[in-house]
């Protein structure tokens, strides 16, 4: 039979990823966007929005773990969970995991993605079952927009801020944030690749820092987003997120004490890459 | 105009890659290999070696940097160094920078590769011109069968370990590459990525743990190698090659100490992913 394949062609990535397609599970469009899910050989099933990879079975613990643990682990007690985006329901899975969450509010834009991967993607989005979430079909930055000291963590679970997702990544909605938050409250957001969208890095961490006193950076390397050299921009009104405060206990693939303290940066990659890039 | 594509087409790797070409720059049958230049209108000018990227001028600092100046920096004082493959020059250039290196003998299989990327990547192979370069024409499997007790430190930059350089990654040729170093030599050779070739990491990090006392694995993030989470494995007679020797005086992009002590992979990850992997 005739291979199909399926190419990523992300305007913001220079280099263009290609999949074999064993099958085409779904092809919807939502209100929103374009939803395609595909099976691969290696990567198992694989969620694309708008033409761009979302998750594969296969490695989506690897950015889902290290978005949610790191803020989770280094905040002392996190009741109180904002996610913003993050459909999928990855991100989710890996907060409820804490035993400490009480709530974990999901807003998502556009909960037909929801649906989908709850149907498809049964492993990854378990959590929407669990009675501590809390889904809302909405805009996260209207959301945050009235809400005020409710959360101890706030996760950015975002497309690729082009399009909607942009609006989450200016110093407005950072502030809105800052209010969103209890007052030793953290906030992250994935950042996107180092390698190919250093600027964006470097515009997040300068606009994060005019509104949070302590801001930072950690990376994990991801194989199935463009550039791979994964950021996420970490900033916290009082801990330190670099502080591993309570021990990991959870079973996880990838993160782990050391992984946590080893995915930031050494500060001369730091200083070059990001406030001098 | 209609765009054109250049497509890697890895067996190895389950992701292919794909680039926009701006110009086809060169195209040549060597005795060995296929080899391709183009223009990308991000990366520069791309050499290619059957079908598979080899360099690119926007990136390959990184690659280069990471071979060479980590056992160059934990090696007390390294005089005669082996590069194997390498014939774009890259390691070369770098291993060079080092004062103390008084010899640096590249055994390349495919000269045709050295006079290519003398005529289009003139800053990436400067070193030939260097009189502390030897450029012999050979196997690098058989060059080390000969070589007894004679270099301080060996760096293996082949080509994919599929064909040809299938040979360098044998238990016998890490018994030779032993015998052809110092008593406190170290070897170190590129090794694919963590995320497509754990199992070929793993095999490898075993393979040199039958010959050398110490053996360490290190990575570093590369954009434009097929899962780019990239290892490079490194084993060592008597020194510990994570500790940094000589301070870095060298113009370097991304080497830096720190940069050094956190290639290595956190103590969790390398049980998980190596020997357990």
């Known amino acids: ?87 999928d329901g990855g991100t989710l899975r890996e907060v409820l995991k804490h035993e400490t969450v009480k709530r974990a509010v999901v807003v998502e834009m556009d909960t037909e993605v929801v649906q989908a991967c709850r149907e ?10 669990d009675p501590r979430t809390q889904l809302v079909e909405m805009d996260g930055a209207e959301y945050l927009a009235r809400a005020r000291g409710e959360f101890d963590l706030i996760l950015v679970d975002s497309t690729d801020p082009v399009g909607p ?8 909605c950072f502030s809105r944030a800052f209010s969103a938050l209890k007052a030793d409250g953290m906030f992250v957001a994935q950042t996107e690749s180092l390698h190919f969208h250093g600027d964006f890095v470097s515009r997040v961490q300068r606009g994060l820092g005019e509104v949070f006193g302590l801001v930072k950076l950690y990376t994990a390397p991801l194989a199935t987003y463009a550039g ?7 900033a916290s009104k009082r801990h330190d997120p670099e502080h591993v405060r309570r ?27 990001v406030e001098e890039g």
Chains 1, 2 share one sequence.
Request: aromatic fraction near 16%; glycine fraction near 6%; charged fraction near 20%.
């Open 228 to 234: 791979n050299w994964w950021t996420f921009s970490i």
């Open 120 to 129: 498809f993607f049964p492993a990854v989005a378990v959590g929407f079952a």
């Open 247 to 273: 021990s990991c206990q959870l079973p996880t693939r990838y993160y782990a004490e050391d992984v946590h303290r080893h995915a930031f940066l050494p500060g001369s990659l730091y200083r070059r890459l």
């Open 1 to 87: 039979m005739s291979p199909l394949f399926f190419r990523e062609e992300d305007p913001f990535a220079p280099i263009e990823y290609g999949y074999r397609v064993e099958e085409l599970v779904c092809r919807r469009k939502t209100k929103h966007q374009e939803l395609v899910i595909f099976k691969s050989a290696y990567f198992g099933r694989v969620l694309v929005l708008d033409g761009v990879v979302q998750l594969t079975e296969k490695d989506e613990y690897l950015y889902h773990e290290m978005l949610a643990h790191v803020p989770l682990h280094a905040h002392p007690l996190p009741t109180d969970v904002l996610i913003i985006g993050g459909g």
């Open 165 to 172: 997702a942009q609006s989450l990544f200016t110093t407005s």
